[in-house]
Every structure is written in C-alpha cells, then in structure tokens.
C-alpha cells in the first residue's frame, strides 16, 4: 500500500465514523465486486496490476457514503510463435500472402486461446524444383536415365530433386543412322567398287 492509498484509507476511516449521512446509517457500506479477465494488465484506481488476483479498496462515493471495492481480476498473456515452414518454390501463408523465397520477416499476430493479441513469425525456406536441358546427338540410340531412345524428338524425365522438389529434364536428340546401300551388278571378268 502506497502513501496515497493509506492517506485515502484514513480519510475514509475518519469519515465513515464521524460524518453522518442523510439516509444512510453511519455504518453502512456500500460493497461494490467487480469480476474482470483482461489481457497483460488493468489500470485499477491508479494502480496497474499484472497479476492475477484479489484486491480491494475502500472509498467514498459521490454522496460521501463509503464504497468497499473488491476486484477479482484474472490476468491472460499474449504469447509469441516461429512457425518454421519448408516448401517447393512458393508458400501461401496464413497472411494470405504467397511467398517464393526464403524469408524470417512474415509477422501476423492473431487471438491466442486466452483472448489475447499473440505474434506468429514464419520462418521459410523455399526449395526449388530442378529444370535441366540436354541436347544430344548420336547415331542409331541413345540411352538417357535408363530408356534408349532410337528415333529423334524431345523426351522428359520427372523425378524428385534431393531439396524434395517435383522436377523436371528435358532432352532435345538427334539420331542419325549409317547409311546402308545394296548394289546389284553384274561383270564378266572383274569389277571395281
């Protein structure tokens, strides 16, 4: 109890014993209970609680009758939160924001369970799928992640990157063939080819 309080507490004291009230018998109180959750703190006749608890005070009213104040305060905290997310090449948040890098800067801050404005960091990694391009040429086959291929064209291979990414390569070949020609000829005596 602070000076000002036990100033007020004697005052009252003096009050409620000396000076008669029309109406009210000298020893009447008024008795005034308050019930309160809030979040962090409660400004209370010019103190801040913080705590959880009981707490009382005695006063007078307008008409000089002395109030009894008695506050049964339930005090809830906000709380702060990482949410460490890892995706593939973008990340819709809960901010509704679409994010395609890396980042630790993201804030929302939402209703905790007690009521109370909370903060939620996201921490992010984007990952990347793979793209790679090859362009081949080979005579007769090629043989490319286990298929041979024998005709030219443009081929893709889908997998999963080691980040667990969905990628994807893609093959530009050219297959070229030896040249086969069958001859028929007919010579008397000899013949050069």
């Not at 006063?59 to 890892?86: A, W």
């Not at 443009?154 to 040249?179: E, I, P, R």
């Amino acid at each position: 109890m602070n000076m000002k309080q036990l100033y007020t507490l004697l005052f009252l004291a003096v009050l409620f014993f000396v000076v008669p009230v029309a109406g009210v018998a000298q020893t009447d109180t008024i008795v005034v209970h308050h019930d309160t959750t809030v979040c962090e703190s409660c400004d209370w006749y010019g103190t801040t609680l913080t705590e959880s608890g009981d707490y009382g005070i005695l006063r007078m009213d307008d008409d000089t009758i002395p109030v009894k104040d008695s506050l049964h305060l339930t005090v809830n905290h906000s709380n702060t939160g990482i949410d460490v997310q890892t995706a593939c090449d973008s990340y819709m948040w809960v901010d509704g924001q679409t994010y395609t890098s890396s980042t630790n800067d993201p804030t929302i801050t939402l209703t905790n369970t007690a009521g109370c404005d909370s903060v939620v960091t996201l921490h992010l990694t984007i990952n990347y799928g793979t793209h790679g391009v090859e362009t081949e040429t080979a005579c007769e086959s090629y043989t490319w992640h286990g298929v041979t291929y024998t005709t030219t064209g443009v081929y893709t291979y889908a997998y999963t990157n080691t980040a667990g990414c969905a990628s994807v390569d893609t093959l530009h070949l050219t297959v070229n063939y030896g040249t086969h020609n069958v001859e028929t000829e007919t010579a008397c005596e000899s013949y050069t080819w």
